[in-house]
């Protein structure tokens, strides 16, 4: 057992043994930070993130749109499988963004890494527009979408670490939870503006205007917003912890090193726990109306219409769990929506079988609830298992690793696990699956939302 800094003795099964002890000097009093510039920190945070995942989100909403304009000559299910195969390979290079993006947030700054995120994944995102189809160029036409993909990839894995340890840090001690809460709350809301859009297209536009222009509409979208989220970036300050350790000369040359040979065990420990939220995320939030739509037989605006209401209620529910998780703990939370997903999840997709419209609003709803429990405290969860010196870079290596294995390629799999099966349940059992490993890893750690953020 250890004592933290209280001199209250801690009981977690993990402690002194994940690494070197976070001990150091304390950042300065967060709440010393004016409520200006706090409400300047959470929008700058939540509409960079926005942004990024709403270019993200466009290609999971219109996947059977651009599995005909660069897959013409394929089956259904098999157009759609290459499409999701792509959607897949893009996030294998996550990982080496998040080393890329965590050494310069580690070792640069916070805001540097941010503002040119946002802008590189605003820009990628705007060349899919402009793209031309596989009638036009051929076999070129996939393969310049997967270069775009690859390049959204590397971006994208800057940003959720980044803007979660940019709130974590500027927040005031008792309510980190909630100000990192914005950060899947800002991902949700630019979830629920693409499947806005996509119901809003399929509705309007009949099969060859969507196939021939309709599509696009979104992707333009990215380049204006990208460049304000950048703009709004620009006009922060670095956070008060990293400032602080840059003044110190406490920064470490080489994060990445330092975080694989000090913090290893912690970083198996939140790879492990972010898998719920990997697998969860875009099986609930990014494929539910693929899913719904061509296996469950839903009509294409019906199922847009079930997820754009559970976005809604998910973002409302994912602010609620940020504060439970300051009041209860970290751990307590993690793990209650891991036990919900193992019992739960199998019979909720049992009924979305139904096809009773109702009945699958609310398994939606019910299903964006219990991963709320999860998504709504990873991000404070993970961003203080990590000392200030190694955060950016533990926050994004973990996040990212777990992603890139599980969360791009969970669509790639629900549809693989179902034509391999023949079961429209087999999502159920691989999300199942997903939040017992986090359940383990979780179980693992320690209690992180009492003490102090340190630096190193």
Known sequence: MSKNQTGKTNSDPVTADLGPSLSGQERPDPNAVGKNTLRKVVGA?????????????????????????????TDKQTGLLLTFALFAISFLVRPLGGFVWGHIGDKIGRRTALSW???IMSMATFCIALLPSYNTIGIWAPILLLLVRVVQGFSASGEYAGASAFLVEYAPANRRGLYAAVVP????????????????????LDTEQMQSW?????????????????????????????????????????????????????????????LLNAVGFYVILSYMPTYLSEEIGLPATQAYLATTVALVTYIGFILLTGMASDRYGRKRVLITASVLFVLFTVPLFMLLDTSNFAVILLVQIALGAMLTLNDGTLPSFLAELFPTKNRYSGFAVSFNLSNAL??????????????????????????MAAAFVSLVAVAYSRETSRDPLRHS
């Open 45 to 73: 945070s939540f509409i960079g993130n926005f942004v990024e995942w709403f270019d993200y989100a466009v290609y999971g909403y219109l996947a059977t749109t651009i599995a005909v304009v660069f897959f013409p000559d």
């Open 117 to 119: 995120s946002i802008l």
């Open 185 to 204: 709350a800002s991902t949700a809301a630019g979830l629920l503006l693409g499947s806005l859009i996509a119901a809003l297209l399929t509705g309007l």
């Open 406 to 431: 599980f969360g791009g390629t969970a669509p790639f799999v629900a549809t693989l696990l179902i034509t391999k099966t023949g079961s429209d349940l087999a999502p159920g059992f691989y999300l």
């Open 214 to 274: 309709g599509w696009r509409l979104p992707f333009i979208l990215a380049a204006p917003m990208g460049l304000i989220g950048r703009y709004i970036r620009t006009k922060l300050e670095d956070t008060p912890a990293f400032r602080e350790l840059a003044e110190s000369d406490e920064v470490v040359k080489a994060p990445m090193k330092d975080l694989f040979v000090n913090y290893w065990k912690v970083l198996l420990i939140a790879t492990g726990a972010v």
